[in-house]
């Protein structure tokens, strides 16, 4: 190559190992090694880092990152460490002499990198140091953090509109995963991104396949069964609402020979860091967590994310299933939802006590989540469509793509079920309101009298469950409501009238019943891997982790899954031919490049 300076290409394939950009990677980098600004929205896992490491590389001086997830750091200079480029970090978990390490190492200009969380960057002291440095650029990641509206909100942020005034000739790169309309209207104005390049991708993650499944009264084996069917030995997040169903969870699974560990705000510090670190570090590992649980976790491997209660809006769920296949191979979104769920969150709404517009809001977002749970089509359409993507086509990887729902005409049955609360009084829950349906003979009803009107044992059409199933569905379609009390007491809405009078029509899901699967005792990548080559990709997987463990780092951070299925694929037999595998860079070549091929040999 000369003594030229390398191109954006070039680094891609030496530093990197990768053969090509993933668009709009490439514009991105042009526009920042030309001296530009860019703001970047790109989906969890396509690859935002690139935009600016590679940048980093082409263009002189230390590339200033900064990131509020003090706790990611250490991993994202160990995995630049692992291709050979000189990274560093500053944050509070330094010690002093570390950090005059660090400062020598800039001094002295040994570094491309450099990751620094806003309250450090903001010292006076740090502001100086940078002043007496070339700057390569300024890398805003997690650049929602701006935004006064969402969780995030951090007020550092907002000062971060100091660096074009101090740094007028520096490029700078805003990045996130998460950001609407209004966000991103914020990101440009506090960051005084006007000028900047935009690039908007969509928010689709395609290799992730969402799925939500009835629950059958019996989580815990659904979900069992689920993962031993699917995901055997592979690292999943299972997502609960409390600290005890989290305990207990995790207790149970690990009864049943699984690697599972509990994760949530009440365990003391250590142990949450324990359990981290080994889902981190281990392969397989299953973490059981209330949403505590996520936030700056950027392991590539998760291959799967279940929810055994249904998230309160689908921000939340999208960005918490959003954790899943990182590494862009296959990965499920999984969620069991039942009638409970939606009494659940119903009364939640209706006691809350936030100002009158904030309920408008937070009713919006539940709708919007038990439409998701209820769709009879494409259920990828529907997500993308809240977040003002359109896809043109159903998406061939979702529950409802793959096995459409049955649809019914609902209308005799919702306007007995219906009847019957208004005839029991309107204080009656869903078990009661169904035995009168039934004609059940019960001391209750008898006492009531409730077995002399005129909805008693109407109801022999449907069984039990698919009554269930039925109130279920009229409570999320809002022609239920549930009381504040607690006691579940159903009470129509107005929006029941139409169909009670039978003026509208109702066509719902059908109850499915459950699927038997052949027990598939592989896990979604292994199966990606024909059976004569099995041996070879556990001997692969080994080779690498035990060179993670001799350096105390991930497994992933050695070769990613995909590059282990390029090995097998291609069977290289010399350095050269390794070369070629993606995610095979020039270091990693010279580190790990014979001992993978010794296992390739054998
Ligand atoms: P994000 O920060 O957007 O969530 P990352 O930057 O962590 O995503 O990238 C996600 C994964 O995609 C990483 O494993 C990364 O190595 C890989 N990747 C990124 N760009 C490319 C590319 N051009 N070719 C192949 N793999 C890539
Ligand atoms: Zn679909």
């Not at 862009?328 to 969150?345: E, F, K, N, R, S």
């Not at 009879?376 to 793509?401: I, K, S, V």
Request: aromatic residues 6%; contains cysteine.
């Amino acid at each position: 190559m000369g003594s030229a300076a390398p191109t954006p290409l070039q680094i891609l394939e030496e530093v990197f190992g990768y053969e090509a950009f993933r668009p709009p990677q490439d514009e991105v980098i042009d526009q920042l090694v030309g001296g530009g600004d860019a703001l970047v929205l790109m989906p969890t896992g396509g690859g935002k880092s690139l935009c600016y490491q590679i940048p980093a590389l082409a263009r002189s001086g230390v590339a200033v990152v900064v990131s509020p997830l003090i706790a990611l750091m250490q991993d994202q200079v160990d995995a630049l460490h692992q291709n050979g480029v000189r990274a560093a970090f500053l944050n509070s978990t330094l010690g002093r002499d570390e950090v005059r390490a660090v400062e020598e190492a800039l001094h002295r200009g040994e570094l491309d990198l450099l990751y620094i969380a806003p309250e450090r960057l903001l010292l006076p002291r740090t502001l100086a140091l940078l002043e007496q440095l070339g700057l390569a650029l300024f890398a805003i990641d997690e650049a929602h953090c701006v935004s006064q509206w969402g969780h995030d909100f951090r007020p550092e942020y907002v000062q971060l509109s100091l660096l074009p005034q101090r740094f007028p000739h520096v490029p700078r790169i805003a990045l996130t995963a998460t950001a609407d309309e209004a966000t991103r209207a914020e990101i440009i104005e506090r960051l005084e991104l006007a000028q900047a390049r935009h690039f908007i991708c969509g928010f689709d993650r395609p290799n992730i396949r969402y799925r939500i499944a009835e629950s059958r009264g019996n989580a815990r084996e659904q979900l069992l069964r689920f993962i031993r069917d699917e995901h055997p030995g592979e690292a999943g997040i299972v997502y609960c609402l409390s600290r005890k169903r989290v305990e207990e969870i995790a207790a149970w699974l690990a009864r049943q020979g699984l690697s599972a560990l509990p994760y949530h705000a009440g365990l003391p510090a250590e142990q949450r860091q324990m359990h981290q670190q080994r889902f981190l570090r281990e392969e397989g590992v299953i973490i059981v967590a209330t949403i505590a649980f996520g936030m700056g976790i950027d392991k590539p491997d998760v291959r799967f994310v279940a929810h055994l209660n249904l998230p309160k809006s689908l921000e939340a769920y999208y960005q918490e299933t959003g954790r899943a296949g990182r590494d862009g191979l296959p990965a499920d979104a999984w969620m069991l939802y039942g009638l409970q769920d939606v009494i659940t969150l119903r009364q939640m709404q209706a006691g809350s006590t936030a100002p009158e517009h904030i309920k408008r809001i937070e009713h919006h977002k539940l709708d919007a989540m038990l439409g998701l749970c209820e769709v009879t089509h494409c259920r990828r359409q529907a997500l993308l469509r809240y977040f003002g993507d359109e896809l043109e086509q159903p998406c061939g990887n979702c529950d409802t793509c793959l096995e459409p729902p049955e649809t019914w005409d609902a209308s005799v049955a919702a306007q007995k079920a219906l009847s019957c609360v208004y005839r029991t009084g309107q204080r009656f829950g869903v078990s009661y309101l169904v035995d009168v349906l039934l004609g059940k003979e019960d001391a209750r009803i008898q006492r009531f009298g409730h077995d002399r009107i005129s909805t008693f044992g109407i109801g022999d059409e449907l069984k039990q469950n698919e009554w269930r199933d039925l109130y279920r569905q009229l409570i999320a379609h809002g022609l239920l409501t549930v009381d504040l009390q607690g006691h579940g007491a159903l009470r129509l809405s107005e929006a029941s009238r139409p169909v009670l009078r039978g003026e509208q029509r109702l066509h719902l899901r059908r109850l499915r019943s459950p699927v038997k699967r052949e027990g598939r005792s592989r896990g979604k990548v292994a199966q990606s891997v024909d059976q004569a080559d099995q041996g070879l990709w556990e001997a692969l997987r080994e080779c690498r982790q035990r060179l993670a463990a001799e350096q105390g780092i991930p497994a992933y951070m050695i070769f990613h899954d995909a590059t282990l299925l390029e090995m097998i694929e291609l069977r290289p037999n010399n350095l050269q031919e390794l070369a070629t595998v993606s995610g095979v860079g020039q270091r990693k070549l010279e580190a790990y490049g014979e001992a993978f091929l010794e296992v390739l040999r054998d």
